[in-house]
T-cell receptor, first 113, second 112 residues
């Protein structure tokens, strides 16, 4: 079974600062990679996903992530955060045809206005 | 477009009581899932149903049962609730493993 590690539990930023959230997984085969976001009081929503092709993936709201196969990583980035990016961010991974999606513990991002 | 609908949104149970959490999706998805979310632990898969008529255990199935009633509905039952089952429960659905999962709004369950 795969596991997912998110390096930061809580990140506090000021508006316009850059954001990078780390995600590493432990599975050697072909994987599907996801970043989900949970805004306060809401359900999880997909930010972006990677299955194959260009390892630099662009998602909604200006987010992007880079898949580095050799490092088993899928880090999330945003060049300039806004107050509305305050949320909890989850990295998730499953093996290519496996229904069992494993989530990281999540990173709470607080953006100060 | 309702998406994934969960009921109830909140529930308080006494230890030993039973209850069923309901989930329905209107996106014609094949697969449905139940997760629990606990602080510092992310989401953990309880059970899933790859397709109508099948169910399988996830990471933390003990104390739970599920029923895939039809393609739209997937229920989660706690037969004898325990305080350790205090959590937020999310239902999700998707078409295939490599597609976006859509989540419901969650059920906040407290067992006292």
């Amino acid at each position: 079974a795969q596991s997912v590690s998110q390096h930061n539990h809580h990140v506090i930023l000021s508006e316009a600062a850059s954001l990078e959230l780390g995600c590493n997984y432990s599975y050697g085969g072909t994987v599907n990679l996801f970043w989900y976001v949970q805004y306060p009081g809401q359900h999880l929503q997909l930010l972006l996903k990677y299955f194959s092709g260009d390892p630099l993936v662009k998602g909604i709201k200006g987010f992007e992530a880079e898949f580095i196969k050799s490092k088993f990583s899928f880090n999330l980035r945003k060049p300039s955060v806004q107050w509305s990016d305050t949320a909890e961010y989850f990295c998730a991974v499953n093996a290519y045809s496996d229904y069992k999606l494993s989530f990281g513990a999540g990173t709470t991002v607080t953006v100060r206005a | 477009n309702a998406g994934v609908t969960q009921t109830p949104k909140f529930q308080v149970l006494k230890t030993g009581q039973s209850m069923t959490l309901q989930c329905a999706q209107d996106m014609n998805h094949n697969s449905m899932y139940w997760y629990r979310q606990d602080p510092g632990m992310g989401l953990r898969l309880i059970y899933y149903s790859a397709s109508e008529g099948t169910t399988d255990k996830g990471e933390v199935p003990n104390g739970y049962n599920v029923s895939r009633l039809n393609k739209r509905e997937f229920s989660l039952r706690l037969e004898s609730a325990a305080p350790s089952q205090t959590s937020v429960y999310f239902c999700a659905s998707n078409t295939r493993p490599n597609t976006e999962a859509f989540f419901g709004q969650g059920t906040r369950l407290t067992v006292v």
